[in-house]
């Protein structure tokens, strides 16, 4: 599996193109549409998957629409309708106002599984607090999430980042959702699991569970 990180406009949120042999989908296409089409050069892409619906992570979505016919959309469930509404998705505050043009084909619930890329399962996580719908991606080998697989990786939004978490001061957001997902179905997971966060640096589960001073109630047992 390869991973592509484009940092993107308008204030460089990480967009991620992630794909095996000829397959690929893409999360969080905040902006800089043409970098992202140049970068799945030689890739199918199969879907667009947002860890929530934010501004700086849909901006680019209306071009990916056009340059993809067909392409699946999937968006948390809780916030399909957000795309729709500039003042829920912060772009009429931030951005000029964006609303989708085109169709959500799939909602995104806790638990499902997707399977853009052969070999691989991308589990969804609800992980509610930065906004309603907020979810992570975990991806292993098997349909099992806690299952022991090589190389497990995480895409986490706006959830959780290197030393610290997701605001929680926008519409819908909760400071102790936030800490309790994060804790109950993110530090769960194996150690070794690196994180693609929605800003910034990679980091690891291992690491937030040593370092994050926003968890540093957790308690470490290995
Ligand atoms: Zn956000």
């Known amino acids: 599996m390869e991973i592509k990180k484009i940092p993107v406009a308008p204030i460089g949120a990480n967009c991620y193109i992630v794909s095996e042999k ?19 050069e030689n890739l199918k892409v199969k879907g667009i998957m947002l860890t929530h619906t934010h ?30 509404d500039p003042e829920l998705n912060l772009s009429a505050l931030f951005d000029g106002g964006f609303v989708f043009k085109g169709k959500v084909t799939k909602l995104l619930s806790d638990k499902a599984v997707e399977n853009f890329l052969s070999g691989y399962k991308i589990h969804i996580i609800h992980t509610p607090g930065h906004t309603p719908g907020s979810t992570c991606f975990y991806i292993n080998q098997s349909d099992d999430e806690t299952a022991d697989c ?20 926008f519409p819908g957001g909760d400071g102790r ?18 994180v693609y966060p929605g800003h910034d640096e990679n980091t690891s589960i291992a690491m937030e569970k040593k370092f994050n001073p926003f968890l540093k109630h957790y308690s470490v047992t290995s």
């Open 177 to 194: 959702k936030i800490i309790e997902s994060i804790k109950n179905k993110l530090l769960i997971l194996p150690d070794e699991t690196v």
């Open 22 to 40: 000829e397959n690929a989908f893409i999360i969080d296409p905040g902006g800089d549409a043409d970098c992202i089409i140049k970068a799945t």
């Open 55 to 84: 501004f700086d992570h849909i901006g680019a979505l209306n071009d990916l629409v056009q340059a993809f016919p067909g392409i699946e959309i999937e968006v948390p469930e809780l916030e399909s309708d957000w795309l729709f």
């Open 150 to 169: 090589k190389n497990p990786v995480l895409f986490s939004g706006d959830t959780l980042f290197r030393n610290s978490i997701g605001r929680t001061d």
